[in-house]
């Protein structure tokens, strides 16, 4: 059954091009490796709720958007055994320095996930 890592991530609006093409090099990376999908998305439609939200939940400024983003991976043997890799991939190393990176990645929410339902 497949396998998902989800995040959700506050960008600022100006760093949003610096972002996708950190992720495009990133998504190269992991599907190299061998991840099945990567994909990122940016809010267009995500209101901030009264007691939970997208926006809410990455206690998101007002220069801010959010981006969501997930990859997709055969198990979750194969995730843990590619993760191993990418993090050892030296083309990586640049993006991981926080200070380099075009986000707050303290405010990142991210996890794995088992798939409940398929259609």
């Given at each position: 059954m497949a396998y998902t890592d989800g995040f959700i991530v506050p960008v600022p609006k100006k760093q949003l091009k610096?972002?996708?093409?950190?992720?495009r090099k990133a998504g190269k990376i992991w599907r190299e490796h061998g991840a099945l999908d990567y994909r990122e998305y940016v809010a267009d439609d995500v209101s901030v709720g009264k007691w939970t939200s997208f926006p809410r939940s990455v206690k998101l400024k007002p220069d801010e958007t959010v981006v969501f983003s997930y990859i997709i991976?055969?198990?979750?043997?194969?995730?843990?055994?590619?993760?191993a890799k990418v993090m050892k991939d030296p083309r990586l190393a640049k993006m991981m320095d926080p200070k380099a990176m075009p986000f707050d990645a303290k405010r990142m929410i991210y996890g794995g996930f088992k798939t409940l339902v398929s259609v």
């Open positions: 610096a972002y996708a093409a950190m992720a991976y055969k198990s979750r043997k194969d995730r843990d055994r590619i993760n």
